[in-house]
C-alpha cells in the first residue's frame, strides 16, 4: 500500500497570508492526487484533482503541484472560511490511500 | 443535483455484522459510468477506503477488508449497501459513501454526509 505523508501536521497561518501544504507518496504516483478539505462535521470536498486542475467552484487562490512522489498546495490568501484539516489522496495504485491530513489553524 | 445518504445502526455489538445502505439521488447508479465505494474515517486510521463498486456490478476490495465486506446493490431503490462482518472496536468510525469520478483509480467528487458508527457491547 502506498504511504502518503502529509508536512507540517498543523499549519498556523494568519488570514491574508500564504500557506503551503506538502504530501509526498511512498512511491512514484504519476500526477494522481487529489487534495479534499474537511471542516469539523462535514464530509471532505474535492479542491484539486489530477495533482493541479481545480475542482467545480473551488476559488482560484487554491492551486496544486507536484508529480512523482512531491505534491503541494497552496492556499494563496487565506479566508475565514480556509481554516479546515487538508488531506492528500494517491489514487494510481489499487487501494487508494490518503494522508494524515494538515490542520490549517488561525495564528 | 446528486446526493449520497447513509442509514444504518449507529451501534454495533463486537463480533456481529455492521450494515450499511447508501441511497443515491439525482443519478441511476447503475447507468452512469461512474465507480462507487465506501470510506471510512477513524481518530487511528484517518481516511480508510474499504470498497468499490462499478455500474457493471464489479466490486474491487481493500485487501486488508476484502475477506470481511461485502456489497450488494438494489437497482429499484437506488441504493447499494455494506456489510463488514465479525467487527471489533477498531471498526468504530464513520462511514461515507462515495462516487469516483469515471473511473476505478479516480478523485472522489461527491461524498455522502457520512454515519457514525460505534463497535461496543
Known amino acids: 500500500e502506498i504511504v502518503m505523508t502529509q508536512s507540517p501536521a498543523t499549519l498556523s497561518v494568519s488570514p491574508g497570508e500564504r500557506a503551503t501544504l506538502s504530501c509526498r507518496a511512498s512511491q512514484s504516483v504519476s500526477r494522481n492526487v487529489a487534495w479534499y478539505q474537511q471542516k469539523p462535521d462535514q464530509a471532505p470536498r474535492l479542491l484539486i484533482f489530477g495533482a493541479s486542475p481545480r475542482a467545480t467552484g473551488v476559488p482560484a487562490r487554491f492551486s496544486g503541484h507536484g508529480s512523482g512522489t512531491e505534491f503541494t498546495l497552496t492556499i494563496s490568501s487565506l479566508q475565514s472560511e480556509d481554516f479546515a484539516i487538508y488531506y492528500c489522496q494517491q489514487y494510481h495504485f489499487w487501494p487508494p490511500t490518503f494522508g494524515r491530513g494538515t490542520k490549517v489553524e488561525i495564528k | 443535483q446528486l446526493q449520497l445518504q447513509e442509514s444504518g445502526p449507529g451501534l454495533v455489538k463486537p463480533s456481529e455484522t455492521l450494515s450499511l445502505t447508501c441511497t443515491v439521488s439525482?443519478?441511476?447508479?447503475?447507468?452512469?459510468?461512474?465507480?462507487w465505494g465506501w470510506i471510512r474515517q477513524s481518530p487511528g486510521k484517518g481516511l480508510e477506503w474499504i470498497v468499490s463498486?462499478?455500474?457493471?456490478?464489479?466490486?474491487y476490495n481493500t485487501p486488508s477488508l476484502r475477506s470481511r465486506v461485502t456489497i450488494s446493490v438494489d437497482t429499484v431503490r437506488n441504493r447499494f449497501s455494506l456489510r463488514l462482518n465479525s467487527v471489533t472496536a477498531a471498526d468504530t468510525a464513520i462511514y461515507y459513501c462515495?462516487?469516483?469520478?469515471?473511473?476505478?483509480?479516480?478523485?472522489?467528487?461527491?461524498w455522502g454526509q457520512g454515519t457514525l458508527v460505534t463497535v461496543s457491547s
Open positions: 463498486l462499478s455500474y457493471t456490478g464489479s466490486t
Open positions: 462515495v462516487r469516483q469520478s469515471d473511473d476505478l483509480l479516480t478523485h472522489v467528487d461527491y
Open positions: 439525482g443519478a441511476s447508479f447503475d447507468k452512469s459510468d461512474y465507480f
